[in-house]
T-cell receptor, first 111, second 114 residues
């Protein structure tokens, strides 16, 4: 069965500092990986997905199949980036559409 | 576009009562997913439904829990004879198709069992 691990429950950085939210997964196939974000008082929303290979709000994430990781990075954090971030995996096949989530990382960006 | 709607937002039940959680997907979406978030944990998949069909219920507890998505009306997650361990946030998401599509999440229903 697939599993997603976000080792940091809490992450604090100062504005302008680089930030990296870690995500590791275990799955023997070729999954799709996602990052979802939940800002204060808002619903969970998609931030980015690995197949799009795009940068959203300055965030990027590269799928590293060798290390089974999908870390989320931003070179210069902003206060508005403070939120809960979830890494998620879609295993495909018969599980296509079913997301497996990590436990989430609360990012706080201090002024 | 109002997005995914869930109601009620908060639901309080006593042990042994029934809980009914409703989810109205984004207009035009025919795929609905239910997830549960227990305190201090991430979201856990429960069930995936397409109109009138259950596609994958591998995350549903075998007893007391059921889900439906009728041809007309919202998707319903039903929990019979609730216990304290059912206290959690229940999220619904919808998508226009299976996999490969962004899932749009509702605001969740927070169930508290006294």
């Amino acid at each position: 069965a697939q599993r997603v691990t976000q080792p940091e429950k809490l992450l604090s950085v100062f504005k302008g500092a680089p930030v990296e939210l870690k995500c590791n997964y275990s799955y023997s196939g070729s999954p799709e990986l996602f990052w979802y974000v939940q800002y204060s008082r808002q619903r969970l929303q998609l931030l980015l997905r690995h197949i799009s290979r795009e940068s959203i709000k300055g965030f990027t994430a590269d799928l590293n199949k060798g290390e089974t990781s999908f870390h989320l990075k931003k070179p210069f954090a902003q206060e508005e980036d403070s939120a809960m971030y979830y890494c998620a995996l879609d295993a495909g096949g018969t599980s296509y559409g079913k997301l497996t989530f990590g436990q989430g990382t609360i990012l706080t960006v201090h002024p | 576009n109002a997005g995914v709607m869930q109601n009620p937002r908060h639901l309080v039940r006593r042990r042994g009562q029934e809980a009914r959680l409703r989810c109205s997907p984004v207009k035009g979406h025919s795929h609905v997913y239910w997830y549960r978030q227990l305190p201090e944990e991430g979201l856990k998949f429960m069930v995936y439904l397409q109109k009138e069909n259950i596609i994958d219920e591998s995350g549903m507890p075998k007893e007391r829990f059921s889900a439906e998505f009728p041809k007309e009306g919202p998707s319903i997650l039903r929990i019979q004879q609730v216990v304290r361990g059912d206290s959690a946030a229940y999220f619904c998401a919808s998508s226009p198709g299976r996999g490969g599509h962004t899932q749009y999440f509702g605001p969740g229903t927070r169930l508290t069992v006294l």
